[in-house]
T-cell receptor, first 115, second 113 residues
């Protein structure tokens, strides 16, 4: 079974631009979560989607948004990019939502560099 | 809010040495606990997990026991290999229906031959 895939793997943008990252979960998985990884702040939760609905959101500004499609694929968008948005963005999928015992499976990430 | 504290790295060991990476947590209720590993240039892989008190998770020679009385989930391996060199993250998933993981800062392990 294919794992979680993320596209693109690498992105270079300039300040003020916007970016869209894509995540395809493992087949059959309906829950998708996003995380930001930086050397300074570590791994921080961005948001969680299930059945096209955002179930939970981390402490990030409104420039960060996301959505989930009916096939469970998810996208996240960052508008008006800032230098501090440079990070590895990780997507994770799990079978269902609402069960904290479930394992989340991570993709390889999208490395975003903001110049 | 909930939090995870793990020992700061980096940790450098010789092959076949014993490994312990300490992890403690603060949480309301009964979280599930996880250890994830990240190899260079890759995403996170689940190493092991425990979902209730006194559960022991194990995988690839690594073990960790969910200790509610000490709010700990220390990672151990009896004999490390060069291939174990990676960054290890302790994490919890809060009770109450969210998939959100709260991570520790990570511990970088280097194993020398």
């Amino acid at each position: 079974k294919a794992g979680v895939t993320q596209t693109p793997r690498y992105l270079i943008k300039t300040r003020g631009q916007q970016v869209t990252l894509s995540c395809s979960p493992i087949s059959g998985h309906r829950s998708v979560s996003w995380y930001q990884q930086t050397p300074g702040q570590g791994l921080q939760f961005l948001f969680e989607y299930f059945s096209e609905t955002q179930r939970n959101k981390g402490n990030f500004p409104g420039r960060f948004s996301g959505r989930q499609f009916s096939n469970s694929r998810s996208e996240m968008n960052v508008s008006t990019l800032e230098l501090g948005d440079s990070a590895l963005y990780l997507c994770a999928s799990s079978l269902e939502a609402g069960r904290n015992t479930d394992t989340q499976y991570f993709g390889p990430g999208t490395r975003l560099t903001v110049l | 809010g909930d939090s995870v504290t793990q020992m700061e790295g980096p940790v450098t060991l010789s092959e076949e040495a014993f490994l312990t990476i300490n992890c403690t947590y603060t949480a309301t209720g009964y979280p599930s606990l996880f250890w994830y590993v990240q190899y260079p240039g890759e995403g996170l892989q689940l190493l092991l997990k425990a979902t209730k008190a006194d559960d022991k998770g194990s995988n690839k020679g690594f073990e960790a026991t969910y200790r509610k009385e000490t709010t700990s989930f220390h990672l151990e391996k009896g004999s490390v290999q060069v291939s174990d060199s990676a960054v290890y993250f302790c994490a919890l998933s809060e009770e109450g229906g969210s998939e959100k993981l709260v991570f520790g800062k990570g511990t970088k392990l280097t194993v020398n031959p």
